[in-house]
């Protein structure tokens, strides 16, 4: 073989390796598995061959794991792809597993021939299963008071559910579902949801409050000076630990008296008790967190004075009265 010709065999040779050495392989594995019933979990990967000599059809996927060596499957028929996957069934009393890929091809070098080439993943990954473990929450969104469904698995008595600032009310509790009351914050806005246990805080999602109407009763307030109305607030949600305040405020604060208006922890209304006590039309403006503001007209009258009435006896009595001046009169 002439000089040129080894020299071109080597270089094309080194090129190769060069090449080949930049190949890769993603795992496309989680690093928690929900538990299943079957114990069978999907393990996937993607390979990156940077090495234009692959011998069509030569590529071979494998995994290590419990020190077997077992071939992977396609999971892609696009050209280029190179995505595989294994099913791999967790012995019985085990959580997690250790395990890393191997890729085998042939490559066509031109004149040094067709050689056998590997590589393996960077890192040993770990399978873990988790018996406990969250999915989702049944919805996004809503009003204050509404009740959230979270499903997933292994929630107990002990869990609680941070709502943004503060704490939601647990509502219900099962191995699989946990059930929280949004809490009465600012509408309009959005709040990360955790799960915190003894084990640490996981991440649920991000929830809206949507804006909703206050009950008031009765809708409009028509009475006379004097007389007392009580007027009902509904929340629609048990109020927690610490109560309800509702703000309850008015342009004509001289024409009427009121009390104020907190529903007590445990509750979901209070009956306040509204007193017109001077001549006046006017508002009331109630604003409570998560709601919107509502207006109710007010309209306080003066009294009206009845006269007594008179029986035909006194009658009579006032008619001789009169006859008797009229006589002395005379």
């Not at 040129?4 to 080194?14: H, R």
């Not at 698995?153 to 939601?168: C, L, M, T, Y």
């Amino acid at each position: 073989m002439s000089i040129v010709k080894i020299f071109k065999f080597l270089g094309g040779a080194f090129a190769g390796l060069i090449v080949a050495g930049c190949s890769s392989i993603t795992n496309l594995s989680p690093e928690k598995f929900p538990q299943n019933p079957s114990g069978i979990y999907t393990l996937s990967m993607r390979a990156h061959i940077n090495d234009g000599g692959v011998v069509k059809g030569s590529v071979k996927p494998f995994v290590v794991i419990d020190e077997q060596t077992l071939p992977m499957r396609e999971i892609s028929s696009r050209p280029g792809d190179r995505m595989y996957e294994f099913d791999y069934n967790m012995p019985k009393g085990r959580k997690e597993a250790k395990y890393y890929y191997i890729l085998e091809y042939k490559s066509d070098t031109g004149a040094g021939g067709v050689v056998t080439r590997s590589f393996q993943s960077d890192n040993v990954y770990t399978l873990k299963v988790a018996d406990r473990y969250i999915m989702n929450m049944q919805f996004d969104r809503g009003h204050i008071g509404a009740v959230v469904p979270v499903v997933g698995r292994g929630f107990n008595s002990q869990d609680k559910i941070k709502f943004g600032p503060v704490f939601a009310t647990v509502e219900s509790v099962t191995r699989d579902t946990i059930s929280f009351v949004v809490p009465p914050l600012e509408s309009d806005k959005t709040y990360d949801v955790e799960l915190v246990s003894a084990s640490g805080k996981s991440w649920i999602g991000a929830f809206r409050i949507d804006r909703s109407e206050l009950e008031v009763s009765p809708a409009q307030i028509d009475i006379n000076t004097g007389d007392i109305v009580n007027v009902i607030f509904n929340i629609g949600f048990k109020a927690g630990e610490k109560g309800y305040y509702i703000d309850v405020k008015t342009n004509i604060p001289s024409a009427v008296m009121m009390g104020e208006v907190f529903v007590k922890p445990g509750h979901d209304s209070v009956v306040v008790p509204l007193k017109g006590v001077a001549d006046a039309k006017g508002k009331l403006f109630i604003r409570a967190r998560g709601f919107a503001e509502k207006v109710v007209p007010v309209s306080i009258s003066p009294a009206q004075i009845k006269a007594e009435p008179v029986d035909s006896a006194t009658a009579e009595q006032v008619k001789e009265q009169v006859n008797e001046i009229d006589v002395d009169v005379k």
